[in-house]
C-alpha cells in the first residue's frame, strides 16, 4: 500500500495557460475524491468517482474545470485558461467503502 | 446539507498541558464525525473518526473526541500535548451511512510551545 500519489506536487503557470494533475489512489479503492484548499481554510469538495463514474461535482468546479477517471483507476484534474483565483492546493483523496486516504496535494501557483 | 464549525482558528498551549479544540456541526439528519490533522505541506491525516455507538472514540497517539449529539459538538481533547502536536487540525462531517463527501471545518492550528 503506497498511499494516494499525486503529481506534480507543485506547479507554478501563467494566467491563461492549461494545467492538469494526476492523481493515484490506493490500489483497488473505488471511490476518488478531489478537493481544493485554498491558505487558511478546510479543503472544499469538488467532485468524485465511484470506479469510473462521476457521481457528483460541486458548484465549485466551473467550466474551466473537467476531472476524469477513464478506467477506474487513476484521475486527472486539468483547469483551463488558469486565473489567479485559482491559486490553491488540490487534494486527492481515494477510498473503499470506509476511511478516506488523502494524498499530499499538488500546490498551484497563477501568476 | 451539513456544516462545520470551528471557532477557534488557532489556538496556543504550553506543551504537557491540556487542550481542547472545538467542533460544532449542523445537520438535519444523522452524521458520521471525523478529525484529520495535517502537517505543515503535507496532506490531511485521519485521527479518529465517530461512526455509531460508543460517544467517545480515541486515537493511537492520545486524543480523544466525544460525540454529543444534543450539543452537536464533537471537541477533540488531549490531556498533555508534546510539541509535535503542532499541526492544523481539521473536522469533518459526512452523511451518516455514506462517506462519500466530507465536509471540513476551517481548521485549528494547534501551537504548541516549549
Known amino acids: 500500500d503506497t498511499g494516494v500519489s499525486q503529481d506534480p506536487r507543485h506547479k507554478i503557470t501563467k494566467r491563461g495557460q492549461n494545467v492538469t494533475f494526476r492523481c493515484d489512489p490506493i490500489?483497488?479503492?473505488?471511490?476518488l475524491y478531489w478537493y481544493r484548499q485554498t491558505l487558511g481554510q478546510g479543503p472544499e469538495f469538488l467532485t468524485y468517482?465511484?470506479?469510473?463514474?462521476?457521481?457528483?461535482k460541486s458548484r465549485l468546479l466551473s467550466d474551466r474545470f473537467s476531472a476524469e477517471r477513464p478506467k477506474g483507476s487513476f484521475s486527472t484534474l486539468e483547469i483551463q485558461r488558469t486565473e489567479q483565483g485559482d491559486s490553491a492546493m488540490y487534494l486527492c483523496?481515494?477510498?473503499?467503502?470506509?476511511?478516506?486516504?488523502f494524498g499530499e496535494g499538488s500546490w498551484l501557483t497563477v501568476v | 446539507a451539513q456544516s462545520v464549525t470551528q471557532l477557534d482558528s488557532q489556538v496556543p498551549v504550553f506543551e504537557e498541558a491540556p487542550v481542547e479544540l472545538r467542533c460544532n456541526y449542523s445537520?438535519?439528519?444523522?452524521?458520521?464525525l471525523f478529525w484529520y490533522v495535517q502537517y505543515p505541506n503535507q496532506g490531511l491525516q485521519l485521527l479518529l473518526k465517530?461512526?455509531?455507538?460508543?460517544?467517545l472514540v480515541e486515537s493511537i497517539n492520545g486524543f480523544e473526541a466525544e460525540f454529543n449529539k444534543s450539543q452537536t459538538s464533537f471537541h477533540l481533547r488531549k490531556p498533555s500535548v508534546h510539541i509535535s502536536d503542532t499541526a492544523e487540525y481539521f473536522c469533518?462531517?459526512?452523511?451518516?451511512?455514506?462517506?462519500?463527501?466530507?465536509?471540513f471545518g476551517t481548521g485549528t492550528l494547534l501551537a504548541v510551545q516549549p
Open positions: 465517530y461512526l455509531s455507538g460508543s460517544t
Open positions: 469533518a462531517v459526512s452523511r451518516g451511512g455514506a462517506t462519500n463527501k466530507l465536509i
Open positions: 490500489s483497488e479503492h473505488n471511490r
Open positions: 483523496a481515494s477510498s473503499f467503502e470506509g476511511d478516506i486516504y
Open positions: 468517482f465511484q470506479n469510473e463514474a462521476q457521481l457528483e
Open positions: 445537520s438535519s439528519v444523522s452524521v458520521y
